[in-house]
DNA sequence: CGACATCTTGACTACAGTCAATACTAGTGG
DNA sequence: CCACTAGTATTGACTGTAGTCAAGATGTCG
């Protein structure tokens, strides 16, 4: 609660997104800008961001952390439909409420900006509006693959689609291109994978167990997961198991 | 096939989609240039336009007619992850290949642009770029929705959540805001409805006769649907049954 | 008419869901 | 230190929804 790490950069200077987030494309004077509409906010793991339908005075992005965007039907069924990484986007421009809930999975810094000063900025800042299309064409690439997933998958292909798209984006961001296993900390509970997925936690408990039965998958407590053999896991996933990269 | 509506406009002042495709805040000026690498395309129903991965030298506008994006793994499985009516966009600026199978469904004819041109365009006029983000914000939204619908609905209302879909853009289309019941052709087969759906075919005729021995839609044939009560029919599609309009 | 697409319906199966008991872990307080 | 609780995860037994396989109906076009 008191981790020093879940506080804003100083400047955007220092910024760990600098470089991937909305302002990616920005140049100095207009990083002074955004600097007078920006301000920090942090959640605790398991906050709830903002409800779906609640008035939203702010866009903004994850810092660091992990957040998820959520959709509830009135019997209480629900579906994850956006995972939110370091430099991800919040918040739609030009719209007044939030579209889904948002939640902290884990403890969470963002990057928040207000609302309207940031639509003026955009209309005359292309450098933001260009980042922003390009950001929202990966989401809707992303969205897409889900839809694949959700729609086609076995329960068991569904898990390693999961695995091995965390593993890919972690390995992305910190240590890039590393050889050997891979190792990472699920930043899900069973229950938010199985949101994520379409299936119950049970049958989520269930598929994990089996790939570790199977030697896919090595466990240590629930949490921390070792993929021996990446190309095994994409195989698993029902994914082209080749060269497979991201674009 | 010899349809005379199977061929484009002469101009883009007589465009049925000049004011919601991505030229729509385009002013005179911007359309003339735009009209300079532009050029009209025709597909008769069942036509591919492009192949996943194909290289692909234009981006453009659905100007008529349906088309859809499917994305296959290798034993075949489909999921369609996109339904294409006029106005929408197809191809994404800065990419060489078609990331999905685009499939004319009806006859369509697409405006199409030459993409070199049509990206430095996109870099020099903002009204481009900012007309193409808020459709792919409107995408990712409708991505999002058919994530909840993939994810987490049941057979029945899975179809009935598309004939709503339908039946509300058609609404929307052509005789905004009437009274009474609703009636319109289905564009897709069985077969594509099951792509849609992440259900087989077998399964979506099953609960097309469901629905029409419980007197929720009325058919006439295979394609020609009634609906009488659309109330009704947002019930049985487990969505707020409501005061339910688009933003 | 006959051939082929598309669609419907039936019988059976299998995968994931439901309901329920139990295990593991971390935190709290006696 | 241990007992108690609450949250999270695992496993088992059984059920039900949608998938599979197959036959037959409907519709369209040459």
Redesign the interface.
Do not use: F, H, K
């Given at each position: 609660m008191k981790d020093p790490k879940a506080t804003g950069p100083q400047s955007c200077e220092d910024c760990p997104i600098r470089h991937r987030a909305v302002c990616a494309r920005c140049e100095t004077d207009e990083l002074e800008k955004l600097e007078d509409i920006k301000y920090y906010r942090t959640f605790e793991a398991g906050q709830t961001v903002i409800w779906a339908g609640d008035p939203m005075d702010f866009v903004g992005s994850v810092v660091s952390g992990i957040a998820t965007?959520t959709?509830t039907?009135?019997?209480g069924?629900?579906?994850m439909?956006?995972l939110l990484l370091p430099s991800d986007f919040v918040g739609?421009p030009?719209?007044d409420g939030a579209?889904?809930d948002v939640v902290a999975t884990t403890d969470l810094v963002m990057c928040c900006f207000r609302k309207k000063p940031f639509e003026k900025m955009m209309?005359e800042t292309?450098h933001i509006?260009?980042r922003?299309?390009?950001m929202?064409?990966d989401?809707?690439?992303a969205?897409?693959?889900?839809?694949?997933i959700?729609?086609?998958k076995t329960a068991r292909e569904k898990i390693a689609s999961l695995l091995s798209i965390i593993a890919r984006r972690d390995a992305t961001l910190q240590l890039a291109g590393m050889r050997g296993p891979l190792v990472f900390d699920l930043p899900l509970t069973r229950e938010a994978m199985s949101d994520y997925?379409?299936l119950t936690l049970e049958t989520v408990s269930r598929q994990m167990s089996a790939l570790k039965r199977d030697g896919v998958i090595e466990l240590e407590g629930k949490r921390h997961v070792t993929i021996p053999d990446l190309p095994r896991l994409l195989e698993e996933a029902?994914d082209?198991a080749d060269g497979g990269m991201m674009?």
């Open positions: 965007l959709q039907m009135e019997d069924r629900r579906q439909v956006g739609r030009g719209r579209a889904y209309m292309p509006a260009q922003l299309l390009e929202t064409l989401e809707l690439d969205a897409r693959e889900w839809m694949l959700l729609g086609r997925l379409g029902g082209d674009a």
